[in-house]
């Protein structure tokens, strides 16, 4: 993959993770506002407010690592195939393409 790609796949990942959690937060906060309603050092905040902050948080954290899986899966694929290549034959446990 070139280094654009890669750029691309991490950034479109968090950003989708972003949205997603941060529906998912303000659903929850809508739904069950009594699991959102103690802010830091007691003070009462908005449950919608603080599920969507919370749920975006974790959906860029949990989006850009399923990102960088990808890439990381992608690449190795890309090696074991170049690797197959440059050998002529299969290396983990295939056939020999030349028999």
């Given at each position: ?7 691309a ?18 659903a929850?906060?809508?739904?069950a ?67």
């Amino acid at each position: 993959m070139k280094w654009f790609a890669v750029f691309a796949v991490g950034c479109l990942g968090a950003l989708v993770g972003m949205l997603l959690g941060g529906v998912f937060g303000y659903a929850a906060g809508q739904v069950a506002p009594e699991l959102f309603q103690q802010g830091p050092a007691g003070k009462v905040v908005q449950p919608r407010a603080v599920g969507l902050v919370g749920g975006a948080t974790a959906g860029v954290l949990l989006g850009g690592g399923l990102a960088v899986f990808a890439i990381a899966i992608q690449t190795l694929s890309q090696w074991i195939g170049a690797t197959r290549d440059r050998q002529g034959r299969a290396r983990f446990g295939g056939e020999d393409p030349d028999s």
